[in-house]
């Protein structure tokens, strides 16, 4: 749930009725398609059926090797992939070889354009092959893990982006919510940037954009799972943005796809952590009674999950302000 404002977006590019006239959403889908997502985006009308959105969903949330927006252009391109590697991976750390004519998938690579990559049944093992773990014959095996140094991290992340998360007294029908902070006099937060040469750690003030409220009555994985929800609302851009270079600003799109989107990112990001929550029996639900979806971006919503779950990982480098 976020503050006072409805907002979200959609990858409708052209339809007036999907957004406010005149809002940063439909502002967005105009510079969107002046920069022409490609035609692989263009593909994404294909999930515009809940259930194949679902099938989707399902097949991100298993294919936890890479990132969720890595997975989403796997299942475009093959959608019965199950394990996928650079040919020098499968040669080196496996001993198998590309079959010939075997059709290489187009993956993003950090640091990087792209990279090409080949899924198992596009390989064959030579004569020095090795037994393959259990990530590539099982590669769909339910995640078995938990909440952690996850929680920790990920608050501790939130204050490079301005986000102050506050435990709080709330009622027993409410879990969280994240709203701007328009006060500058607010204390500012302190995100360590690095350290030393004494390896002692080194600050920058962050001044306080938005206050983050969940539920002090939750458990951890609750606790996790709700921070996570209204991350979602941020970085896919509903409560608009300090800089457009950091997510885009989609305010002004309906309640009803501001909802679907966070919890379809909650739903990612905790269920590839091993994680269930109520996410999947929304999203279950809106399939059981809806045949088409409401105006979301796949987009968005892989992006902002992959940047969540890199918050819970590591610490994360300071925002740069063409970043």
């Known amino acids: 749930m976020i503050g006072s404002q409805p907002n979200l977006f959609s990858d409708s590019v052209g339809d007036s009725s999907a957004y406010e006239w005149g809002s940063p959403a439909a502002e967005w889908a105009e510079e969107s398609a002046k920069h022409a997502l490609d035609d692989l985006f263009n593909a ?50 496996y001993g198998h070889k590309i079959k010939p004519n075997a059709n290489p998938l187009v993956i993003l690579q950090p640091m990087g354009p792209v990279m090409f990559v080949f899924d198992v049944s596009d390989t064959e093992p030579g004569p020095y092959a090795k037994p393959l773990p259990k990530g590539v014959l099982d590669p769909f095996a339910p995640a078995k893990g938990g909440v952690g140094a996850e929680l920790e991290k990920t608050i501790d992340n939130a204050k490079r982006d301005g ?50 409220l969940y539920s002090q009555d939750l458990t951890p994985t609750a606790r996790y799972a709700t921070i996570v929800h209204e991350l979602a609302h941020l970085y896919c851009g509903h409560l608009g943005t300090p800089n457009k270079d950091w997510w885009p600003d989609r305010s002004g799109l309906s309640t009803q796809a501001v909802e679907f989107e966070a919890e379809s990112v909650t739903y990612l990001v905790c269920e590839r952590l091993g ?31 992959g940047l969540i779950e890199s918050m819970g990982r590591g610490r994360l480098k300071r925002r740069k302000a063409s970043d």
């Open 44 to 93: 994404t009308f294909a999930y515009r059926s809940s259930k194949e959105f679902y099938e989707l969903m399902q097949f991100v949330k298993r294919f936890r090797f890479y990132s969720p927006y890595n997975a989403f252009l796997i299942h475009i391109q093959r959608p019965g992939a199950t394990f996928v590697a650079p040919a020098f991976s499968w040669n080196r750390r």
């Open 163 to 212: 986000i102050r998360i506050l435990p709080k007294k709330l009622g027993s029908q409410a879990a969280g919510s994240i709203q701007s902070v328009g006060k500058k006099d607010v204390e500012p937060l302190r995100f360590q940037i690095g350290s030393d040469k004494k390896r002692q750690p080194i600050y920058e003030e962050i001044p306080v954009r938005y206050e983050m």
């Open 275 to 305: 994680v269930k929550t109520q996410s999947e029996r929304y999203l279950s639900g809106y399939v059981a009674d809806n045949e088409k979806l409401p105006k979301i971006s796949l987009e968005c919503i892989m992006k902002a999950a």
